[in-house]
Nanobody
C-alpha cells in the first residue's frame, strides 16, 4: 500500500521559515517525480513545486520562486520543501504527491493530473 506522509507544518510568523518533509512507503520513488501542492480555504488546489526523479531539475510556481526550495533524498524515500520568507498568503494545507509515470519531466509536472498518489496534507499557517 502506497503511503505518503507529510510533516513539518505549523504556525509561523511572517518572514519565518518551515521545512516540510514527505516520507514515502510501499512505493519506490527513485524513478518518479515528486511534487508539492497547496490548498487554501475557499480556493482550488495549486501547484507549488516539483522535482524530477534525479533531483537535477526543479520547478516552482511564480508565487514561491526564490523563497521555496524542493529537494529529495531517494535513499531516505523523502522529499522536502524548504520554505523561507513566508507570507500570510502561503497559509494553506500542503500536499505531497508522486508522479504516476516514471521519468516525468517538464510542464506536465505543474498539473495535478500527473500525480497518482497523494498524502493527507499538513497545515501551514503564517500569521502574527
Amino acid at each position: 500500500q502506497v503511503q505518503l506522509v507529510e510533516s513539518g507544518g505549523g504556525l509561523v510568523q511572517p518572514g519565518g521559515s518551515l521545512r516540510l518533509s514527505c516520507t514515502v512507503s510501499g512505493f519506490t520513488m527513485d524513478y518518479h517525480a515528486m511534487g508539492w501542492f497547496r490548498q487554501a480555504p475557499g480556493k482550488e488546489r495549486e501547484f507549488v513545486a516539483a522535482v524530477v526523479w534525479s533531483g537535477i531539475n526543479t520547478y516552482y510556481a511564480d508565487s514561491v520562486k526564490g523563497r521555496f526550495t524542493i529537494s529529495r533524498d531517494n535513499a531516505k524515500s523523502t522529499v522536502y520543501l524548504q520554505m523561507n520568507s513566508l507570507k500570510p498568503e502561503d497559509t494553506a494545507v500542503y500536499y505531497c504527491a508522486a508522479s504516476g509515470t516514471r521519468f516525468s519531466i517538464g510542464a506536465r509536472l505543474f498539473r495535478s493530473a500527473e500525480y497518482a498518489d497523494w498524502g493527507q496534507g499538513t497545515q501551514v499557517t503564517v500569521s502574527s
